[in-house]
């Protein structure tokens, strides 16, 4: 069991930087695989990216590579979604989940249902 907390979100003008910072408790953090997801009111939920459990693999969709970096800390439980040089079709609602021993190569990687524990989710609104 893992309870997840996001924060970071906020509004900015594009071009601008954000981080957002999932946070995790009661659970040995490093055994979750960690995705982050976006969802625009209308669309579906879209994965962005994901970080495995030692933080040793990263990924990231074509829209957003170059662009984000996901990374995490361990020792203080977390992991962030830093967000640079953002566009406009970057707003979102995001969030981050989480699934023990998640296969970070697989398939299923960036299918949200397959992800048990979630944050409340963080907005980002960018402006132009």
């Known amino acids: 069991q893992v309870q997840l907390v996001e924060s970071g979100g906020g509004l900015v003008q594009a071009g601008g930087s954000l981080r957002l910072s999932c946070a995790a408790s009661?659970?040995?953090?490093?055994?979750?695989?960690v995705g982050w997801f976006r969802q625009i009111p209308g669309k579906e939920r879209e994965f962005v990216g994901i970080?495995?459990?030692?933080?040793?693999?990263?990924y990231s969709v074509d829209s957003v590579k170059g662009r984000f970096t996901i990374s995490r800390d361990n020792a203080e439980s977390t992991v962030y979604l830093q967000m640079n040089r953002l566009k406009p079709e970057d707003t979102a609602v995001y969030y981050c989940?989480?699934?023990?021993?998640?296969?970070?190569?697989?398939?299923?990687?960036?299918?949200?249902?397959?992800?048990?524990?979630w944050g409340q989710g963080t907005q980002v609104t960018v402006s132009s």
């Open positions: 009661g659970d040995t953090f490093s055994s979750y695989t």
């Open positions: 989940a989480a699934q023990r021993l998640l296969d970070y190569r697989g398939t299923f990687r960036s299918v949200w249902t397959k992800y048990s524990y």
């Open positions: 970080i495995s459990g030692n933080g040793g693999y990263t």
